[in-house]
């Protein structure tokens, strides 16, 4: 899923994000706003992620 398809769906993957990461918060998920990036950094730095596990975390829960 590409940058722009994401920030469109973010309202409706936001409780999904949520349910599948229980570390962010609400207010982790308010910083990322739709921008993939913010959220790759956020898998990072609360889960330990290295920047391709994320990815690939992000990419798993994608398919």
Known sequence: MNNDVFE??????RG???EWWGKL?????DKVN?????LIGLLQEKYG?????????????ME
């Open 8 to 13: 469109g769906k973010w309202k409706q993957m």
């Open 49 to 61: 992620y290295t920047r391709q596990q994320a990815e690939e975390e992000y990419e798993k829960r």
């Open 34 to 38: 739709g921008k993939l990036e913010q």
């Open 25 to 29: 918060t609400d207010d982790d998920l």
């Open 16 to 18: 999904q994000a949520k």
